[in-house]
Structure formats: C-alpha cells, structure tokens
Nanobody, 128 residues
C-alpha cells in the first residue's frame, strides 16, 4: 500500500502561484510502470484529473483546460511529486490530492478509477 501526504496548499490571490508537494512512499517508485497523478475537487463538483504520469515518464498527461498553467514533476531521490501551479484563478479553488497506483506493466493511467491510493488532500483557495 502506497502512502501519500500532500502539503503546500494555502491562500493566494488570483494570478499568483503555488507549488504543492506530495511525500510518497518509496514503494511507489519501485516499478517504472506505477501511476502517479494529481487530482482536485471543488465543493459540489466531481473530482477531476489534473495531471497523470508514470514513475519513469517525464511528460505527464494534462487536462486540456489546465495545460500550460500546471506542471507535474518528480524527485525520486526525495520521494516527492510536485504540482507547480501558475496564473491561478478563483475557479482553481479546491482540495488537491495526489494519487498513485502500483503496476506490474504499463497500462493506461489517466482517470480517477485508475488510481487506488490517495492522499488526504490539501486545500487551495484563490481569491479574486
């Protein structure tokens, strides 16, 4: 079982930036096929994907609406997954989650149902 803990959330004015961090257990990086991703959920809305990738992949799959503003990166040696967020808007206000799923082979890894392990989330609030 993979353990994940998000941090770095907070309040920011529109147009600002935040960098979220996810401390992830070493097991998540044991195989290069493992899935890693960031999701978010605003009150009254469904959880949506932000960016997903594989442990060994440097080019994540981004949601079309967020591509260019958000960037997922990894630091395997530090057991961290990051989400850099720029040009934030009030609609970005949500709880942000990191997630992972252990795999033994490379398979599609893009939607919520592809992930089995989740962090508790960190709140991001963007004011106008």
């Amino acid at each position: 079982q993979v353990q994940l803990v998000e941090s770095g959330g907070g309040s920011v004015e529109a147009g600002g930036s935040l960098k979220l961090s996810c401390e992830i257990s070493e097991r998540a990086y044991r195989n290069k096929f493992n899935c890693i991703g960031w999701f978010r959920q605003a009150p009254g809305k469904e959880r949506e994907g932000i960016a997903t990738t594989y442990s060994d992949y440097g080019y994540p799959n981004y949601a079309d609406s967020l591509k260019g503003r958000f960037r997922l990166s990894q630091a395997h040696a530090n057991q961290r997954v990051y989400l850099e967020m720029n040009s934030l808007e009030p609609d970005d206000t949500a709880i942000y989650y990191c997630a992972a799923d252990l795999r033994s082979e490379r398979r599609p890894c893009t939607v919520e149902s592809d992930f089995s392990d989740w962090g508790q989330g960190t709140q991001v609030t963007v004011s106008s």
